[in-house]
């Protein structure tokens, strides 16, 4: 979706106003992008807080001050930085909601899809964008022929499903991010070997 979304912005702004894309296509789809970068910023942050990191670091790459960097992505953690859980959501059911919101996917039933969506990806991520990429996507790869299995894991306060998916042309991965609340904070297809 990160590709397909950087595509319709960079076909509008070259084009000058004459590609396949109205220029408000092109600022859904960057509003779109902004949602992911900072979604994948915000766990990335949080990997490098896992792995030992400090505030101090933190903030020295973003250019800000640590009490900044904790305000904006340190939430969710207690005292001594642990992780506090924020909801009862477990893998099997992060893998099930994710298995169903990609059946709907497939079936081209994109109002659906976004029942489930935080805020930010509401504002984001709109029906029509959803349909969009997902024509895409099938234009480039073929049709829809089967899922794998899926795989999932936590990273911090966030569940991640992977779901391999077989095209005609070959394969792909849809990714689905689940947040504390429960809700979608992050929607990708990709290339299988991304991790």
């Known amino acids: 979706m990160l590709l397909t979304q950087a595509q319709v ?9 004459e590609s396949g894309y109205s220029p ?11 949602t992911l970068v900072d979604d994948i910023l915000h766990t990335l942050v949080l990997q490098a807080k896992d792995e030992g990191h400090t505030w101090a670091e933190v ?13 904006r992505f340190g939430s ?8 506090i859980p924020m909801t009862e959501l477990t893998t099997a059911d992060a893998i099930e ?3 169903k919101l990609f059946v709907l996917n497939t ?3 994109f109002d659906e899809m976004r029942v489930d969506f935080n805020e930010r990806m509401l504002a984001g991520l709109s029906a029509g ?17 089967s899922f794998g299995e899926p795989v999932a894991r936590t990273m911090g306060d966030t569940v991640v499903v992977d779901i391999p998916m077989q095209f005609r042309e070959g394969p792909m991965k849809g990714r689905v991010a ?6 979608i904070a992050g929607l990708f297809l990709l290339n299988p070997d991304v991790l």
Do not use: C
């Open 9 to 17: 912005v960079v076909d509008v702004l070259r084009s000058g106003g």
């Open 24 to 34: 408000l296509a092109a600022v859904t789809a960057t509003r779109a992008l902004s």
């Open 59 to 71: 903030g020295d790459v973003l250019h800000t001050t640590r009490q900044a960097a904790y305000q």
């Open 76 to 83: 969710g953690r207690g005292k001594d930085n642990e992780e």
């Open 97 to 99: 909601r994710a298995q």
């Open 107 to 109: 079936e081209e039933k």
């Open 129 to 145: 964008l959803l349909e969009m990429t997902w024509s895409q996507i099938t234009g480039a790869m073929g049709e829809f022929k």
């Open 178 to 183: 689940y947040g504390p609340d429960g809700k």
